[in-house]
């Protein structure tokens, strides 16, 4: 049965008005669809010069026969959608069948193919079939597409470099192998072996093979559903993070996905466990049932809409959180590991050679996470103070360093956000009614909002012009410190983007403990050091101060031993 049908002329004018084949990675990207579709369980890409010279797909899927090669070449072809009803139900990948068309128009196309039978080879140039020949019964596809643009020079001078061209078709096939654990990919420029993956449907394997054996060894399982939506996947400990949110890799049925709400959803899960300028890595995998998501159907989007989005954020935040919160999470100091942070960032220079030198480390065995769930943060013994910031502790397993001013930053963070949280009548009268004059109008906006301050338990009177005086403040204010607190409050009061309570207290929050507590070079004594630490240990997160930055690292007796080459 031919494979492929004719859809109607107002459905395909719809689709070509959207669909652009602008770069080497939107070609590659086609033609790996192509092969997915074809239910491959291999598909090898071949790149000459970044594949502005030459692109080669081969598969092992079901091939086409003579009739479905030829119709493959006309315009508006297409095996998967029929009617435009089809448009907002599709589950598969994309479009099919329209692009091959698009690609032929700009370069030169070798198909071979084979369903078992005769295989078809067919030679185009500019879309114009110029040869068709029987060939060897070898089941699946061979597409190779040469000189891409060479008819269109303005679109040809429009390429990025190679080393960009390169980097966006990594960037792809590093994302399609995760979306497909189960499919062995692999990826050649020039001859040279640049990614592969085994197909053994083991996504943590991807994830080696992508981020590498150390970004591997610290990735934490999830899974979690509720009535509408089921997630798998694997997130990054906080310590190990990317400068961009390309890190976060979202898969629904199947389709990876661009979508920035749920972006913001896995990286609100990791507040304050991360600084607010890096991202976690994190492949995510959605499966839901068709009818309750819109795949946008411009065809370079890739983004989706969610018709239960609240349930699916709550059940991604849950999950994480939960997971997040039953490990310890204290970085180990490895005196060896310095180079992963920025492997794979894309575009990198010399991503090539960094892909290649990768692969020669990949033999390890990856040793598959078990949460420790028992005791976050262990017993510590402190034994002194360098600088006046790092507290040096102690127990069996090996030496602490606590930075003082992180600790005590997220002990006081989670106390005033416990307190502005649940608000209560307790308060303090000032000795002293503090009086602040300002001008005209942040007076204006202060007065339009103080009730916040009013239902905070702040006293607070109007006096005279542009002048208000406070004569009592809630009784968790920080003792010595409260004049400067009050400031505080009032400036973020004044500061529109807050008023939302929840964003309001966090600011409040961050900013208090962070102006407010021990500063380095501060020298405390082994009895603070204790009282420290237990206040650390009752946090509901111990390990990261509120702008994501560690409190505690770790020196295991076996890395001491090792630095000063006991053993070896
Ligand atoms: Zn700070
Ligand atoms: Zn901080």
Not at 150 to 155: I, K, Q
Not at 448 to 463: C, W
Request: aromatic share 6%; glycine share 4%.
């Amino acid at each position: 049965m031919n494979k492929i049908k004719i859809m109607s002329e107002h459905l395909a004018n719809k689709i070509a008005a959207g669909e652009v084949v602008e770069r080497c990675a939107s070609v590659v990207k086609e033609l790996v669809e192509n092969s997915i579709d074809a239910n491959s369980s291999e598909i090898k890409i071949e790149l000459i010069d970044a594949g502005t010279r030459e692109i080669k797909v081969t598969d092992n899927g079901s091939g086409m026969n003579h009739d479905d090669a030829l119709l493959a070449f006309s315009r508006h072809a297409t095996s998967k959608l029929l009617t435009e009803e089809d448009l907002f139900n599709i589950s598969s990948l994309g479009f099919r069948g329209e692009a091959l068309p698009s690609i032929a128009s700009v370069s030169e196309i070798t198909l071979k193919t084979s369903t078992g039978d005769i295989g078809t080879l067919i030679n185009s140039k500019a879309g114009k079939i110029i040869s068709e020949e029987k060939t060897d019964a070898r089941v699946g596809t061979t597409i190779t597409v040469k000189n891409l643009f060479y008819n269109t020079p303005a679109r040809l001078k429009h390429l990025k470099s190679l080393h960009a061209e390169l980097a966006a078709i990594t960037d792809y096939v590093n994302k399609i192998a995760l979306s497909h654990p189960n499919i062995k990919f692999s990826l050649y420029n020039n001859h040279k072996l640049l990614f592969n993956t085994d197909g053994s449907n083991n996504l943590l394997k991807v994830i080696k093979d992508v981020y590498g054996i150390e970004v591997a060894k610290k990735m934490i399982e999830i899974k979690n559903s509720n009535n509408d939506y089921s997630i798998y996947g694997y997130i990054s400990y906080p310590e190990v993070t990317r400068s961009t949110r390309n890190s976060i890799v979202t898969i629904v049925n199947g389709r990876i996905v661009k979508n920035m709400e749920l972006n913001k959803v896995i990286n609100d899960a990791y507040h304050t466990y991360k600084p607010e300028d890096r991202y976690p890595i994190v492949v995510l995998k959605i499966e839901v049932d068709s009818s309750l998501i819109d795949v946008n159907i411009h065809p370079t989007k890739q983004d989706i809409k969610f018709s239960k989005m609240d349930t699916i954020k709550e059940l991604i935040t849950n999950t994480i959180e939960q997971q997040l919160k039953s490990i310890s999470l204290i970085p180990n100091v490895e005196s060896k590991t310095i180079k992963p942070a920025i492997k794979y960032e894309i575009p990198t220079l010399d991503l090539e050679r960094e892909v290649k030198t990768e692969h020669n480390l990949i033999q390890e065995e990856i040793v598959e996470y078990e949460p420790k769930v028992k005791e976050r943060l262990p017993e510590l013994y402190p034994v002194g103070l360098i600088h006046g910031t790092y507290i040096v502790c102690q127990n069996d397993l090996g030496m602490y360093l606590i930075d003082q001013h992180a600790a005590q930053e997220r002990i006081n963070y989670e106390k005033y956000l416990y307190e502005l949280g649940r608000p209560t009548n307790n308060k303090i009268d000032m000795l002293i009614p503090l009086t602040i004059e300002m001008p005209n109008n942040e007076y204006i906006i202060l007065k339009e909002n103080l009730h916040i301050l009013t239902s905070l338990n702040f006293e607070v009177e109007e006096m005279g012009i542009n002048t208000i005086v406070v004569k009592a403040h809630p009784i968790w204010l920080p003792k010595g410190y409260e004049d400067q607190a009050i400031r505080k409050i009032i400036d973020i009061v004044i500061d529109k983007e807050h008023f939302e309570t929840e964003k309001f207290n966090e600011k409040v929050s961050i900013t208090l403990s962070c102006k407010l507590s021990i500063k380095a070079n501060e020298n405390i004594t082994i009895e603070e050091m204790e009282h420290l630490i237990n206040n650390l240990r009752q946090c509901a997160n111990p390990f990261t101060c509120p702008h994501g930055r560690p409190t505690i690292v770790f020196y295991s007796n076996y890395e001491l031993e090792r630095m000063f080459k006991r053993v070896i």
